[in-house]
């Protein structure tokens, strides 16, 4: 059982066959780092294993890595009822402070490969201002405990030269995935006017989907309520281009 | 005619199938060496199932196995 692990370049963690390494399910073992959550750069919790600022560094295995992230979601569910009874819905996502599984950060050459990811308490997998980044053949089961809130998959955030494949990919929120299973969304894309930048070049290909809502979903002014709650003035550039998705859908 | 309707949809599906963007090939980690030293957590004091965070000892293994160039942390089982 481990807190927060920092990777660094050339080393490769793997996680055995029959072996199953368990988060801890204290925030404190998770020291708040910068880093950048749903657009916002912040302090936040790093994640149970994190690959910053490093080159050439792996995470692979057959074994498991359970984040056991249940505490995470109570923390969520609590302060959203006070909240809400607030009016301050909007802001809950920001100030439950909760612990990614696997953060790829300012990162390259990087390769996760096999492993199975169990629970996590927030995001499973980001990839934050990183490129050149694997992530193969991967697990991800997010409804062992229950279902927790913005359990995504796989983010890919401002990052560039990612290549995803060969997943099987299981959450109650975002996946962007593979193989998608009790979920709404199979690949998402989410902005609003205060979020810039840009997404180009998209393949998505040879992918099954199984009982979710929408295969693809393109929200660029999403939910005005929560995303406008400062005031910003950034300019939105949403360039999206889409080539060849060919979806094999079930 | 419905013939030659066929095979021209079979001709394009095939296309349309087959053909990936040129910059396809520049994606992702590209080689990784993993045919590197290996750094046994066990030998870290890291036991199993003792229900303790040994964060410390984790990240001791990860850090000397970065100062001495690279390798591999390994967990195994039963060890």
């Known amino acids: 059982m481990t807190g927060a692990l920092f990777l660094k370049s050339n080393v490769h963690l793997v996680i055995g066959k029959d072996v199953t390494l368990l988060g801890s399910q204290l925030l404190q073992d998770y020291p708040e780092i910068d880093t950048r959550v749903a657009g916002i750069e912040m302090r936040w919790p790093a994640a149970l294993i994190n690959i910053i600022d490093a080159r050439n560094a792996s995470v692979s295995g057959e074994g498991v890595i359970d984040a056991r992230g249940k505490f995470n979601w109570d923390l969520y569910w609590n302060m959203l009822k006070k909240y809400d009874s607030l009016g301050l819905r909007w802001i809950v996502d920001y100030d439950v402070k909760r612990v990614r599984t696997i953060l790829v950060q300012n990162a390259d050459h990087i390769l996760i490969q096999g492993i199975k990811l169990k629970n996590a308490g927030f995001w499973t997998v980001q990839l934050l201002y990183s490129k050149y980044v694997t992530v193969k053949g991967i697990t991800i089961r997010n409804n062992e405990d229950g279902s927790g809130p913005s359990t995504d998959g796989i983010d890919v955030d401002s990052s560039s030269w990612i290549l995803i494949e060969d997943c099987d990919i299981d959450c109650n929120d975002d996946n962007f995935c593979l193989k998608a299973r009790h979920t709404d969304n199979g690949l998402r894309i989410k902005s609003a006017t205060t979020r810039g930048g840009t997404i180009v070049d998209i393949y998505f290909e040879n992918s099954e989907l199984d009982s979710i809502n929408n295969v693809f979903q393109f929200n660029l002014n999403w939910y005005p309520a929560y995303s406008y709650s400062h005031c910003h003035r950034v300019i939105p550039m949403i360039a999206f281009r889409l080539i060849g998705k060919r979806c094999s859908g079930k | ?79």
Do not use: H
């Not at chain 2, 013939?3 to 079979?10: M, N, Q, R």
């Not at chain 2, 980690?29 to 066990?42: H, K, L, P, Q, S």
């Not at chain 2, 001791?60 to 690279?70: E, L, M, S, Y």
């Open chain 2, 1 to 79: 005619m419905k013939k030659s309707i066929s095979l021209l949809v079979f001709i394009i599906s095939a296309f349309a199938g087959f053909s990936q963007p040129a910059w396809i090939a520049n994606v992702g980690a590209g080689d990784i060496n993993m045919d590197v030293r290996e750094y046994n957590v066990a030998k870290c004091g890291v036991k199993p199932n003792t229900g303790k965070v040994v964060t410390k000892l984790v990240q001791q293994a990860i850090d000397v196995c970065a100062k001495a160039g690279g390798g591999k942390v390994v967990f195994t089982a039963g060890t």
